[in-house]
């Protein structure tokens, strides 16, 4: 799966636009339902069929595979449909008074390149699967008005392990203890504090591995990916 991401921090209205009023808006001729469940169809035969492209690209020896209209219809189709449904998420918070309340939290569990590289997809999107900074880097955006200064970033390193930790700290829940837990709560660095930091990530996605710093990103392949690719070339031959 996916390991570790980078992200980043911001406060509310850091984009200038209030609450509910979220970039793009869809369209009005269907239901959000409807727009929703048509987007997440689309997306999932998309990804049931990503990895045998990610293949088919490889034998032809091109990705005009994986940079479909359909997947670019489909991106921008679950883009709209989650542009309405967080501003109408917000709305109800608002209606029943609880929107200083709450914590709201943007995130993803991966990139995506839209056309970088070449790609149209995330780290599968190509074979060998890729580390591009499309395809780790994830939004990452903590919404709590009058909580998180407006304007707030963060620049540190953080990872998708670093979650839990940070979310249960900032809403005073003690994390259970877990020697094998290798993430660290972000909280206080979301209050504006400053905090001893790391100064690099771990990545691994299938048969890839990788570690990154502010400039720098070491890349390995796995033994199994050549196993993998042996195993192609014989099928193909």
Do not use: C
Not at 48 to 63: D, E, R, S, V, W
């Amino acid at each position: 799966g996916h390991s570790h991401r980078l992200g980043y921090v911001v406060g509310r209205e850091a984009t200038g636009q209030e609450p509910g009023q979220w970039h793009g808006d869809a369209t009005q001729d269907r239901p959000v339902e409807d727009l929703g469940v048509a987007a997440g169809q689309v997306a999932a035969d998309i990804g049931a069929g990503l990895a045998k492209a990610a293949i088919g690209a490889k034998i032809n020896g091109q990705f005009s595979d994986l940079n479909t209209v359909m997947d670019k219809d489909s991106d921008l189709s679950l883009i709209t449909a989650m542009d309405r449904n967080i501003g109408r998420v917000l709305r109800k918070l608002e209606e029943m008074r609880l929107r200083d309340d709450t914590l709201v939290v943007f995130t993803a569990d991966q990139g995506y390149n839209a056309g970088h590289h070449g790609v149209w997809g995330k780290g599968n999107g190509t074979w060998p699967f890729n580390m591009y900074e499309e395809s780790i880097r994830v939004p990452l955006i903590w919404n709590h008005p009058r909580r998180i200064r407006a304007g707030t970033v963060v620049d540190h390193l953080v990872s998708s392990y670093d979650y839990l930790p940070s979310i249960l700290e900032y809403t005073g829940v003690a994390a259970p203890h877990d020697p094998k837990r290798v993430g660290h709560s972000y909280a206080s660095l979301v209050r504006g504090r400053k905090i001893p930091w790391r100064d690099r990530l771990y990545f691994e996605y299938s048969m890839v591995r990788a570690v990154r710093t502010r400039n720098l990103k070491y890349i390995e392949r796995t033994r199994e990916l050549l196993k993998t690719n042996e195993a192609l070339r014989q099928t193909t031959s």
